[in-house]
């Protein structure tokens, strides 16, 4: 079986592909990328030869960033932006203007999560969930880490995992995430989201852990950062900045749907016990409510 039978060709998320490698690339694979980025219809139609004198670089540079990207060389990747350049979604994502109205302003901000959501699942590796999902059912217990904007994800998902009967743990405080990871019991499952992956006290609690023999799964929205080198896993999303919503915003969005797709299959796996757990929940919030 070839590679490309192996991982079929996405038809989406070149755009998605470049912001996320942005960081990791070397220099001169950084221009090819924004040559891509800037100029994808005049890409589309340029041999390797021809783009080379286009950019200046030399043919190896162009395909060794088409691989950066998860593509088998230029041709594949040049089908996928072409696919990408024929999707409506493609086309809606706007800036925020000071003159909007309010609608178009809504309009243009759910447009921007939807896009996050759709690149998102164009770059996310199927082999790699798989694995996330074996490894949070197989877990003795489950623990968190986040800061800043990441923190509310990471409550949101241990509320979502205690929710199905789970052993799971979530700390807020930074210095007392990397203490409670170099205390994971054996067969834990360390659980660290980071936007920019470059978060230091994140980096601390997994480095931690990954001392501790968790196992280590990142949530990111950039590949080759310092966390993923203390992940066993890196799961990776897409987003897109605008002028008044920063990335740190729009890539909240992607990573709850991750969660929300995680937590999904985790209960769908052990279905029985998710269920009782799930119907003891219920009980409890009724007592709470009017």
Do not use: W
């Amino acid at each position: 079986m070839s590679q490309s039978q192996e991982r079929p060709l996405i038809s989406e998320g070149v755009q998605a592909r470049l912001r996320a490698a942005s960081q990791t690339l070397t220099e001169a694979e950084g221009r090819v990328a924004q040559f891509f980025e800037q100029h994808p219809e005049e890409a589309i139609h340029l041999s390797v030869q021809a783009l080379a004198q286009r950019i200046q670089v030399s043919e190896a540079t162009i395909v060794r960033c088409c691989r950066s990207l998860g593509y088998q060389g230029l041709r594949d990747l040049k089908l996928a932006l072409a696919a990408e350049s024929m999707t409506p979604l493609h086309q809606i994502h706007e800036d925020i203007l000071p003159d909007d109205s309010v609608g178009v302003v809504a309009r243009k901000v759910l447009q921007s999560d939807i896009q996050a959501i759709a690149d998102t699942l164009a770059v996310l590796d199927e082999q790699l969930l798989e694995r996330a999902v074996e490894a949070l059912v197989n877990a003795t217990r489950i623990e968190f880490y986040g800061i800043g904007p990441s923190l509310p994800i990471a409550l949101d998902a241990y509320y979502r995992f205690l929710r199905i009967g789970l052993t799971v743990t979530v700390t807020h405080d930074a210095v007392m995430q990397a203490v409670s990871a170099a205390n994971l019991p054996p067969g834990s499952v360390a659980f660290a989201i980071s936007h920019s992956g470059r978060t230091r006290e994140t980096l601390n609690a997994l480095r931690s852990a990954r001392a501790a023999g968790a196992f280590c799964i990142l949530l990111s929205s950039h590949v080759h950062t310092p966390l993923s080198e203390y992940a066993d896993i890196a799961l990776i999303t897409a987003s897109r900045e605008t002028a008044f919503r920063t990335a740190a915003l729009t890539s909240r969005i992607a990573h709850l749907s991750v969660i929300d797709a995680l937590y999904v299959a985790v209960a769908s796996r052990r279905s029985e016990s998710s269920l009782i757990a799930l119907e003891r929940f219920s009980e409890a919030i009724d007592e709470h409510l009017l």
